[in-house]
């Protein structure tokens, strides 16, 4: 009898729901950290696109939005700017001043952004979703390109 209880143990864990529940929403954003993305040059900074502050005919601003952050690795992430425990266009995070957590404006969870992970901390179980960021290739870069 017992090896059936662990048979169905690990069936159960098997089958949990383990994707991230913001689905694959196209994104396509060329910032410009010369001109109107300059205050992304320093580590610790964050900006957030929405559907408003892009142009619609040529960028796309996936599910919530796009939260870029120039993290304390000195890298470039960016992430959907919905929380994935709500999956919720209108229920987005919030980047704390010092950009070491985005906070959702519902649930309450605090998202560790400081190093581009967006883990989790507090009733969500999902990261956030994360999308790829691609800069010019420069010593100091000058353009980044957000995308899936």
């Known amino acids: ?72 690795d000195n890298r470039f992430y960016a992430f959907d700017l919905a929380c994935p425990h709500e999956a919720n266009r209108s229920v987005l995070i919030v980047p704390d001043e010092n950009t070491v957590y985005a906070v959702c404006s519902g649930c309450g969870t605090k998202y560790d952004i400081a190093f581009g992970t967006g883990a989790p901390n507090g009733v969500s179980r999902f990261y956030l979703k994360r999308y790829n960021v691609s800069d010019d290739g420069m010593l100091i870069p000058e353009t980044l390109t957000v995308h899936n």
């Open 1 to 72: 009898m017992r090896p059936y209880l662990v048979f169905l143990f690990l069936l159960c864990i098997a089958c949990t729901e383990t994707e991230n529940p913001i689905g694959n929403f196209p994104v396509y954003l060329r910032l410009d950290l010369t001109t109107k993305d300059k205050e992304l040059r320093s580590p610790g900074t964050g900006k957030t696109y929405t559907s408003k502050d892009i142009n619609p005919g040529i960028e796309r601003a996936g599910f919530g939005g796009v939260l870029v952050v120039h993290a304390m």
